[in-house]
Structures are given as structure tokens and as C-alpha cells.
């Protein structure tokens, strides 16, 4: 992925072929992690209007989302693990970038964590949502929130337990991603069911307020800490 983004940057606009467990395999183009306030869903965008003070962009990729509260004053942080996807946000003009491991971070604490196009699939399974839950007190101020968005792959796949019997949880999806001849290794991806989600929060001391949804299962939700 990071060197698709490279290469669009230098005006090569080649799609990205993702290969998706209960989806099969399909073509993304890479203008999409490029997108502009207007051309956002409209759950993204409120979800950026939900950010408050200081700003971590968990997952950055492209840092569109970033870019986008930076051009309106905000104070905000990108981070991802990839070098490429680092030197992307650099080269668009980002001023707050930083590659690292989300769980091996806790330099800093913020008013606002950031998670969008599904970016807290990043956790990859349950037990890694509840692991990053309980990561994320150690990075967030008293009186922060939590935002990001999620699907439940029920809704959009009604049969998607029975095409997924080899996990856990239906919603554990595994990716890879080809771009030309180059090939990423594959990953877990988590698509976390509202009340699966309601649950990690209960036991790991986060009160969840779902804020959008519609009728295919997406949905954006706010966390704050329990008192």
C-alpha cells in the first residue's frame, strides 16, 4: 500500500487489488486514500467534527483525514507504523507525524483518538480490541474521547458466520493487498458488531455512545472513560 500511495503522489493512479476473505478479491483505486472533505461519507466527516483539542490520527495511511483538520486549525498528530505511508504524509505537508506501533506507544496523551475507515480493524481480533481498549487509557486525557467506525458484518453479509467458521468471531477478516508485481503479507482485520464492541467497553472501563449508523451495519461510535 505504501508504495501505491508513493507512486500516486508521482501522478500514477494504478489501482490496488485487495484480497478480502467473505468478499473474494476486488480492485480499489488509490484516489480514494486521497480523498477531500467533500468527497468524504458523511460519517467521516462527522466524525471530524466531533475531534476536540489535541488530535491523535491512529492509523494515518495517507493522512487525509489529518490533512483536513490541519487546514482547519487543528492540533493534530499522525501516526502510523509504515515507513512509506510516513513519508506520504510528509510529502502532502502534515507537520505532526509519527511512525510507531500503536501498542508499543504512551509518549504523549490526547484529547482525541482517531480511528476512521474502519481503523480500528487494526486490533485484529476481540482479544486484540480489548488489549487496545485497555492500551488506550494510557494515551488519552481525563475527559477525552475515542471516536472511530466500524461494521457489522451481519448486516452486510447475513451469512457471513457461516463463510467464516474458521474464526472465532465472524467479524476476523483476513486481507492482503497487491499492488503491480508486489505483494503484502497477509493480516487480520476486525469488523466489531455493536454489542460484541459494548461489551470490550464495559470490561475495560470505556462508556460507548453510538453517534451514526445506517442500514448496511456501518456504524461511528464515541468512547469515554468510565467514571
Given at each position: 500500500?505504501?508504495r501505491a500511495l508513493l507512486s500516486y503522489l508521482d501522478g500514477h493512479h494504478r489501482e490496488v487489488?485487495?484480497?478480502?476473505?467473505?468478499?473474494?478479491?476486488?480492485?480499489v483505486p488509490v484516489s480514494i486514500y486521497f480523498r477531500n472533505q467533500d468527497a468524504l461519507p458523511?460519517?467521516?466527516?462527522?466524525?471530524?467534527?466531533?475531534?476536540?483539542?489535541?488530535?491523535?490520527?491512529?492509523?494515518?495511511?495517507?493522512?487525509?483525514?489529518?490533512?483536513?483538520?490541519?487546514?482547519?486549525?487543528?492540533?493534530?498528530?499522525?501516526?502510523?507504523?509504515?515507513?512509506?505511508?510516513?513519508?506520504?504524509?510528509?510529502?502532502?505537508?502534515?507537520?505532526?507525524?509519527?511512525?510507531?506501533?500503536?501498542?508499543?506507544?504512551?509518549?504523549?496523551?490526547?484529547?482525541?483518538?482517531?480511528?476512521?475507515?474502519?481503523?480500528?480493524?487494526?486490533?485484529?481480533?476481540?482479544?486484540?480490541?480489548?488489549?487496545?481498549?485497555?492500551?488506550?487509557?494510557?494515551?488519552?486525557?481525563?475527559?477525552?474521547?475515542?471516536?472511530?467506525?466500524?461494521?457489522?458484518?451481519?448486516?452486510?453479509?447475513?451469512?457471513?458466520?457461516?463463510?467464516?467458521?474458521?474464526?472465532?468471531?465472524?467479524?476476523?477478516?483476513?486481507?492482503?493487498?497487491?499492488?503491480?508485481?508486489?505483494?503484502?503479507?497477509?493480516?487480520?482485520?476486525?469488523?466489531?458488531?455493536?454489542?460484541?464492541?459494548?461489551?470490550?467497553?464495559?470490561?475495560?472501563?470505556?462508556?460507548?455512545?453510538?453517534?451514526?449508523?445506517?442500514?448496511?451495519?456501518?456504524?461511528?461510535?464515541?468512547?469515554?472513560?468510565?467514571?
Amino acid at each position: 500500500m505504501g508504495r501505491a500511495l508513493l507512486s500516486y503522489l508521482d501522478g500514477h493512479h494504478r489501482e490496488v487489488i485487495v484480497n478480502k476473505s467473505l468478499f473474494g478479491s476486488f480492485e480499489v483505486p488509490v484516489s480514494i486514500y486521497f480523498r477531500n472533505q467533500d468527497a468524504l461519507p458523511e460519517a467521516e466527516n462527522y466524525a471530524l467534527s466531533l475531534c476536540r483539542g489535541s488530535i491523535l490520527d491512529i492509523g494515518a495511511g495517507s493522512g487525509c483525514h489529518s490533512l483536513i483538520l490541519q487546514e482547519e486549525g487543528a492540533d493534530v498528530t499522525s501516526m502510523d507504523i509504515s515507513p512509506l505511508h510516513i513519508e506520504v504524509m510528509k510529502q502532502q505537508g502534515l507537520k505532526k507525524v509519527i511512525r510507531a506501533n500503536i501498542f508499543d506507544y504512551s509518549a504523549q496523551r490526547f484529547d482525541t483518538l482517531l480511528m476512521l475507515m474502519n481503523g480500528i480493524g487494526l486490533t485484529g481480533d476481540l482479544a486484540g480490541l480489548e488489549r487496545f481498549l485497555i492500551h488506550a487509557h494510557r494515551l488519552i486525557r481525563p475527559g477525552g474521547r475515542l471516536i472511530f467506525d466500524s461494521t457489522d458484518m451481519s448486516v452486510e453479509i447475513p451469512d457471513a458466520a457461516n463463510k467464516n467458521k474458521e474464526e472465532k468471531y465472524f467479524g476476523t477478516v483476513k486481507y492482503s493487498m497487491q499492488w503491480r508485481n508486489i505483494e503484502g503479507a497477509p493480516f487480520k482485520w476486525l469488523y466489531v458488531a455493536a454489542l460484541p464492541l459494548r461489551m470490550a467497553c464495559k470490561k475495560t472501563g470505556w462508556e460507548m455512545q453510538i453517534v451514526f449508523e445506517d442500514k448496511d451495519g456501518h456504524y461511528l461510535v464515541m468512547l469515554h472513560e468510565s467514571a
